[in-house]
T-cell receptor, first 114, second 115 residues
Framework: AQSVTQLDSHVSVSEGTPVLLRCNYS??????LFWYVQHPNKGLQLLLKYTSAATLVKGINGFEAEFKKSETSFHLTKPSAHMSDAAEYFCVVSDRNSWGKLQFGAGTQVVVTP | DAGVTQSPTHLIKTRGQQVTLRCSPISGHKSVSWYQQVLGQGPQFIFQ???????GRGNFPDRFSARQFPNYSSELNVNALLLGDSALYLC??????????????FGDGTRLSIL
């Protein structure tokens, strides 16, 4: 079985300050992990993915995430928030037993203030 | 290249009716998955199809069904609509299935409202 817990339902940051979105996962097998972003009334856009290569993963728009197996975590960070980063962010897990089925977390709403 | 396209973008139905949602995957992608996203929640897996065969089914009632056509497009059908079926329905495509590292690319979804 696989599951994802996003530890914060809402995060508010000031423009130009760092962003940290926390995610813990559970998987019976070596997982693949993803972060997706969803802007209002839009579909989901892939930010980055971890697939058992380098534990520090760089994605689009300056985001990066670090896979920590000992902590079963996959936190998403960005050094400096932009107004355009305001959106819903989903941490997602998949494993080889799930045939590509994605298990989503509940999401973290990010608000960026000027 | 065109991304995943879904139609219609919005739909309003009444309880008890039936609805069909459509999805065209990215060119060359053979796997299509459907997800339901209720307001304020993360998407929930409904179905996955690969090469016209069902490869996975989520915890949804039999009122939900889907199929994939020879051109890899897909339809999601929901019968006997309930108020709780109101949601954003997302389609995703990937080049292959069974490979957990293949990223899935999502369309903008169909917003279904049940009155």
């Amino acid at each position: 079985a696989q599951s994802v817990t996003q530890l914060d339902s809402h995060v508010s940051v000031s423009e130009g300050t760092p962003v940290l979105l926390r995610c813990n996962y559970s998987s019976s097998y070596s997982p693949s992990l993803f972060w997706y972003v969803q802007h209002p009334n839009k579909g989901l856009q892939l930010l980055l993915k971890y697939t058992s290569a380098a534990t520090l993963v760089k994605g689009i728009n300056g985001f990066e995430a670090e896979f920590k197996k000992s902590e079963t975590s996959f936190h998403l960070t960005k050094p400096s928030a932009h107004m355009s980063d305001a959106a819903e962010y989903f941490c997602v897990v998949s494993d080889r037993n799930s045939w590509g089925k994605l298990q989503f977390g509940a999401g973290t709403q990010v608000v960026v203030t000027p | 290249d065109a991304g995943v396209t879904q139609s219609p973008t919005h739909l309003i139905k009444t309880r008890g009716q039936q609805v069909t949602l459509r999805c065209s995957p990215i060119s060359g992608h053979k796997s299509v998955s459907w997800y339901q996203q209720v307001l304020g929640q993360g998407p929930q897996f409904i179905f996955q199809y690969y090469e016209k065969e069902e490869r996975g089914r989520g915890n949804f009632p039999d009122r939900f069904s889907a199929r994939q056509f020879p051109n890899y497009s897909s339809e999601l059908n929901v019968n006997a609509l309930l108020l709780g079926d109101s949601a954003l329905y997302l389609c995703a495509s990937s080049s292959r299935t069974g490979l957990m590292d293949q990223p899935q690319h999502f369309g903008d979804g169909t917003r279904l409202s049940i009155l």
